[in-house]
């Protein structure tokens, strides 16, 4: 990748502005950065909303209410287990991305493989996973490998793209490449929201963008086989979308919630 390789993404028709909307959004649910005062248990409350929407979308049948009482399927658990340390790992989102990554998976497969398949980046000698229905094949080892390494060194370089940007393009090219043997989907939507965190966009991590992914269900895997093979228009296309998510992530805050309901 190149110097700034989020750059020329952002500056993709109509990506500047849809990106600039968005962070509208959250900033008027955080009342323009002042950051409306926002307690421990709205953030945890969020974060498990998310946990839930990315289990489910990762093909979890647990319902909300069996993940708050700790409940749930391997996929449940996984996400559920991830809110523990997200925000703790969020600062080094963008310093040291491979140990997040590989730590995010820990956290969401342990229901999932053995001992020695957490937080283990594939080879050649492994299957390819196709743990994401509806995405084409995942790349060899070889390829991945490039591709990721490619993907951290861009992380720790200064960009002028937005954090939105940043966060979705990371999102993707998890998703695609499926670096691990389980549960990309969880990890690759994990990252995404430390990156929110991490680059200023919601650092009080109150939205809930998992829950907009799910909302957007239906085209979710068409952008992301989009990203993965439809050239510009594809990357395009998917950015686009990540801005609407990012939108909903705000509706469905917990904050609108309880401001609903007169809390």
């Not at 390789?5 to 993709?12: K, M, Q």
């Not at 990106?19 to 950065?33: I, S």
């Not at 049948?61 to 069996?66: I, V, W």
């Not at 299957?127 to 720790?156: C, F, H, K, N, Y």
Request: hydrophobic share 45%; net charge negative.
């Amino acid at each position: 990748m190149s110097a700034d390789a989020f750059e020329p993404l952002a500056g993709l028709e109509g990506v500047g502005s849809a990106a600039r909307a968005a962070r509208d959004a959250v900033d008027v649910l955080l009342r323009d950065r002042g950051l409306r005062k926002v307690g421990a248990d709205l953030t945890a409350e969020a974060l498990l909303r998310g946990a839930h929407a990315s289990a489910v979308l990762a093909g979890s049948r647990a319902s909300l209410e069996e993940v708050r009482q700790g409940g749930g399927d391997p996929p449940a658990l996984g996400a559920v287990r991830i809110t523990g340390e997200l925000m703790s790992l969020a600062p080094q989102a963008d310093t040291a991305p491979i140990q997040v990554w590989t730590r995010l998976h820990q956290l969401a497969a342990a229901d999932l493989g053995g001992p020695d398949q957490l937080g283990h980046l594939r080879t050649t000698r492994e299957p390819v996973p196709d743990d994401i229905p509806g995405l084409p094949p995942a790349p060899p080892a070889d390829v991945m490998w490039e591709r990721l390494s490619g993907l951290a060194q861009a992380l720790t370089r200064p960009t002028k793209a937005p954090g939105l940007v940043v966060a979705a393009i990371v999102h993707a090219e998890l998703a695609v490449l499926r670096p691990f043997p389980t549960a990309n989907g969880i990890v690759a939507r994990a990252a995404e929201r430390a990156l929110l965190v991490a680059r200023g966009i919601d650092q009080v991590a109150v939205t809930v963008p998992e829950a907009g992914h799910l909302e957007l269900a239906a085209s979710y895997a068409p952008g992301l086989t989009g990203y993965a093979t439809g050239g510009v228009a594809g990357v395009q296309s998917w950015l686009l979308r990540e801005c609407e998510v990012v939108a909903l992530a705000a509706e469905r805050s917990p904050l609108n919630i309880s401001a609903q309901q007169g809390k």
